[in-house]
């Protein structure tokens, strides 16, 4: 029998996606509280993560093989201004389904973030001290200590990925190509860099290193450091849009309310050791999201 894999945060990007890879292949339920969706062959069930109990009954009712822990507040913004609420639903909520998790014997992946470190290094690895320069960053690195410690056994992922989107949440990818085929301007920095990866490839190395019995924290990002304006460059190309709308910028020179990392690379080097295969680059990962839209599964999500 194949065992269902049960995805906290189920109205998140990264768990539809998520859930739409894993359609047809393998059982999946989609663990929702405020904001319900529907999509076909997809299991869903209601879940109150701020309750330990909660999550065990939906455990003892789903009987998962795996949970993928999604479920956060990613808002800079609002983390900086709402820091109570950033910590209970970053921390206390992951706490909560590692508690649960580790109590039925249930593997768990835990989804963290490459926003933690102060941004002064590229391709940080995962032996490199935690150095987070806002409320997001700073939750999601206690998050990780209150999930290793309460379920030692735990997979901590940290990634930044993009994905399509729904009506009520654009991914970077979302936002660069709504910008281009509306014949709008896109302003880009030049000078913040990441290591993205499509959710897809994300999923897939993921349930790939927790079926190796893999825990701990490993970095499950892309093979290339980019821009974000290189980044929507290569998007432009693949996606054949005016690349001519996409300007430089400077976040150096930008205005913020919320100190951010230049430089939120990670090296993937010990997952893909791990795992005996690379991540990708942009470009493939790229191709494959133009792939997804041409499949109808760009179309499926905008309809939610």
Not at 137 to 154: C, F, M, N, S, Y
């Amino acid at each position: 029998m194949i065992e269902t894999v049960f995805i906290t945060g189920g109205s998140g990007l990264l768990a539809l996606n998520w859930a739409l890879l894993l359609r047809g292949r393998r059982p999946v339920t989609l663990a929702l509280h405020d904001r319900q969706v529907a999509l076909t062959g997809v299991a869903t069930h209601r879940c109150r993560l701020d309750s330990v109990d909660d999550v065990e009954r939906a455990l003892e009712m789903v009987k998962p093989g795996i949970v993928i822990h999604t479920a956060a507040l990613t808002s800079i913004e609002t983390c900086e201004a709402q820091p109570e609420l950033a910590r209970h639903v970053n921390v206390d909520l992951a706490a909560n389904v590692a508690v649960a998790c580790a109590r039925h014997g249930v593997p768990l992946a835990h989804i963290s973030t490459d926003h933690l470190f102060s941004g002064e290094r590229a391709c940080v690895g995962e032996e490199q001290p935690v150095a987070p320069r806002n409320v997001y960053g700073r939750t999601k690195a206690e998050a990780e200590h209150r999930v290793l410690d309460a379920h030692p056994r735990a997979l901590v992922a940290r990634t930044n990925f993009y994905a399509w989107g729904t009506s009520y949440r654009r991914s970077l990818s979302d936002t660069i190509l709504h910008w281009l085929r509306g014949g709008e301007t896109a302003t880009l920095f030049t000078d913040v860099f990441f290591t993205p990866i499509l959710a897809d490839e994300l999923a897939r190395a993921v349930l790939d290193l927790a079926a190796s019995g893999s825990a701990g924290v490993y970095h499950v990002v892309g093979d290339e450091r980019v821009s974000k304006h290189e980044f929507g460059m290569r998007l432009a190309a693949v996606f054949g849009l005016d690349a001519g709308l996409i300007r430089p910028a400077l976040m150096a020179e930008a205005p913020a309310r919320v100190r951010r990392p230049h430089d939120m690379s990670l090296a993937n080097a010990r997952a893909r050791a791990r795992l005996g295969r690379p991540m990708g680059g942009v470009d493939a990962h790229l191709l494959l999201l133009r792939e997804q839209e041409r499949s109808g599964r760009a179309r499926e999500l905008q309809t939610l």
